[in-house]
């Protein structure tokens, strides 16, 4: 490498790297990149110009299940983001779903309620009702209100949200195919075990279609339908 291990540009080709991993469901190698790039770049550039880098390093390793050190990394992320600009600031709204994701997954859910739903109400009121991040808080909001069994609620929640990412993003986008999922298994946590076999069934289909064998969405469609 001409520039050497610890420059900007490799951080930057470690971050391009990371992107790449990211939209191919690898996500181990993700966050190594994301990791090798932070450790260059905050001892140059400082922790608040790395909220960004704390924010997908937090959020790869929450994919790996690594929640406490996930939490560690996306607090660093949303104490930096709220101190610079704000409660509606992009990168800030990106750390309190994300910080809520974390919290679901850990069974803390009166806390991930908190920040899932400021981050989804922030989003509508910045990014309008339709946006596709605003979409995905709707959807995140329907996975949190399934898990504390608020069933009727999450189910207004994913429906709304899968209507609007079929029109707007298209049925084969894997934000609709993640919503779809999430659906079928609501159904499945519902009892209503034939509704839930075809919204899975539909959601692998749609996913064999746009995802590579193996990548981690495409396999948890599969692993709840085998339930």
Known sequence: DKHGDMHPATADAL?????GYSKQGKVADAFRCNLQALDILLPSRGRDSCAVLFLNTGSTLRKLGRYEEAREYVGEALEITRRLGGDKYNP????????????????????????????????????????????????AMGRLLCDM?????AMVHLVDALESQRRILGPLH?????????????HHRMG????????????LDGQRQSLWDG????????LSLSR
Do not use: C
């Open 92 to 139: 800030t709204l990106w750390s309190l779903n994300s910080m809520g994701s974390i919290l679901r997954h850990q069974g803390e859910f009166d806390q991930a309620m908190e920040y899932t739903s400021r981050a989804f109400e922030n989003r509508r009121e910045v990014l309008g009702e339709e946006h596709q991040q605003t979409l995905q808080s709707k959807n």
């Open 15 to 19: 971050l391009l790297s990371a992107f």
């Open 149 to 153: 069994g608020r069933h009727d609620e």
């Open 174 to 186: 894997s934000d609709t195919m993640a919503t779809m999922h999430d659906l079928g298994w609501l």
């Open 192 to 203: 209503r075990h034939a509704e839930s076999v075809v919204v899975l069934s539909r959601a």
């Open 215 to 222: 990548h981690p969405e495409r396999a948890q469609s599969a």
